[in-house]
């Protein structure tokens, strides 16, 4: 997949077909207008191409806000490059590109340096200064600027639309298994895993310690059965996100206790997948009636993982 970061080095390519957007957390929305394009792009003989901005938009129109992402964004450039997305026009987002008028967008940016072709867009699409392109105007100048506009139905799942904000609030609720009907996938967060007090250890049950970037959207805490995957290779698992109030602590972290492995994971990039809330936080008068929860916490994270085995 080619990934090209400056418009000022691209010229019109061979019948682009694109879209344009955010794409947060790449849901099954974006998935179904990611597979129109490369249909379309296959069909005839031209480029998939998606349009991108980074940093978000949001970040630089109101950086006043805490923005929390469901994707950091390298995550949906393998996104893109898993649902046969050819190139990624990644445009870095400034107050200047916020001034552009829907009409200069159109003719200085899609028509005279993409060349595109045609269109995909959801019909809620908006675009320009101050968001006020509509899929209208893209209708209206389309032809003018010799392309072709085709409007995306949303999707549906158990007749609610998916989208990025009903996502983010799904997992804030902890509702992360109705999060991944969503997604189409486990919602993940990653990191590199940090040295901990050895509680976990203590008890029988090793935990790898991972920070909470906080340009994420986090579950609430409590524990979750999880998918955790080191060195390319997925281990169930129980997650716990939390500050420890047993022991104490303060810091807001993530432990992950991999079912049957001991090895060392200090220092090695894990990413962590939220397939089910398990059980909320809770305070214990001592360490043996956590560890006692925590037993009873690996048997519910195995069932809900499709094992039974015994701990």
């Known amino acids: 997949m080619k990934i090209t970061r400056d418009i000022e080095q691209l010229s019109p390519g061979l019948n682009p077909v694109m879209t344009i957007g955010n794409f947060d957390g790449v849901h099954l929305g974006h998935q179904a207008l990611l597979n129109e394009v490369v249909t379309k792009a296959q069909r005839v003989g031209g480029e998939s191409v998606v349009l991108t901005f980074d940093p978000h938009p949001l970040a630089v129109i109101a950086p006043q806000l805490q923005l929390q992402f469901l994707t950091t964004f390298d995550e949906k450039l393998s996104l893109f ?8 026009i ?20 899609l028509k005279e340096h993409i060349g595109v072709r045609e269109l995909c867009v959801g019909k809620t699409f908006r675009f320009g200064k101050d968001r006020a392109g509509t899929i209208g105007d893209l209708t209206r100048l389309g032809p003018e600027m010799g392309f072709q506009v085709t409007p995306i139905l949303p999707v549906q799942n158990a007749g609610e639309i998916v989208s990025s904000s009903t996502i983010r609030k799904r997992i804030q609720e902890g509702r992360v298994s109705e999060a991944m009907r969503f997604l189409g996938r486990d919602y993940t967060i990653g990191g590199v895993v940090q040295q901990g007090e050895q509680n976990g250890s203590a ?3 090793p935990t790898a310690n991972l920070p909470l970037p906080d340009d994420r959207v986090i ?5 979750y059965a999880t998918i955790a995957t080191v060195d390319d290779t997925p281990h169930q698992s129980v997650s716990y996100i939390g500050t420890r109030p047993t022991f104490h602590g303060t810091e807001r972290l993530l432990e992950v ?15 962590v997948g939220f397939s089910e809330q398990v059980r909320g936080d809770m305070v214990f008068s001592n360490a043996t009636d956590l560890a006692r929860q925590i037993k009873d916490d690996v048997r519910h994270a195995r069932q809900a993982l499709g094992t039974h085995a015994e701990t």
């Open 219 to 223: 579950p609430p805490n409590g524990v």
């Open 257 to 271: 206790h991999i079912f049957d492995m001991e090895s060392d994971l200090y220092g090695k990039h894990m990413t």
């Open 203 to 205: 008890m029988g049950y």
């Open 81 to 88: 490059e898993q649902a046969g997305i050819a190139h990624v």
């Open 90 to 109: 990644c445009l870095e987002f400034s107050t200047q590109l916020a001034e552009i008028s829907p009409d200069a967008f159109v003719r200085d940016i």
